[in-house]
């Protein structure tokens, strides 16, 4: 089993910075993508960032020059760096990962959500 924990979210006003962190464990060959996601009240989930396992990264619009993405292999463990933060970045944040699992039967891949960490941002 697979469990990604996630924290550093939190209260914040306008203008500040969080740093979310996400964590995999349990039976893991190897991490694919990694990836945050957003889910604001009565809103769908919306992709923030992701990256791949060799690196690069990938934004949405809204977050673009404000939030980076990084990843460090060795720990399987995600972050986002979120700066500037506007009352609109406030949601609860989800971490997502494509987590392959390898036995002696072979090798597939399952994606995997963590539970959510709440950002709030005050104005």
């Known amino acids: 089993q697979v469990q990604l924990v996630e924290s550093g979210g939190g209260l914040v006003q306008a203008g500040g910075s969080l740093r979310l962190s996400c964590a995999a464990s349990?039976?893991?060959?190897?991490?694919?993508?990694m990836a945050w996601y957003r889910q604001a009240p009565g809103k769908q989930r919306d992709m923030v960032a992701t990256?791949?396992?060799?690196?690069?990264?990938n934004y949405a619009d809204s977050v673009k020059g404000r939030f980076t993405i990084s990843r460090d292999n060795a720990k399987n463990t995600v972050y986002l760096q979120m700066n500037s933060l506007k009352p609109e970045d406030t949601a609860v944040y989800y971490c997502?990962?494509?987590?392959?699992?390898?036995?002696?039967?072979?090798?597939?891949?399952?994606?995997?959500w963590g539970q959510g960490t709440q950002v709030t941002v005050s104005s």
């Open positions: 997502h990962a494509d987590i392959r699992h390898c036995s002696f039967y072979g090798c597939y891949s399952n994606n995997y």
């Open positions: 349990g039976s893991i060959f190897s991490i694919n993508a």
């Open positions: 990256i791949t396992s060799g690196g690069s990264t």
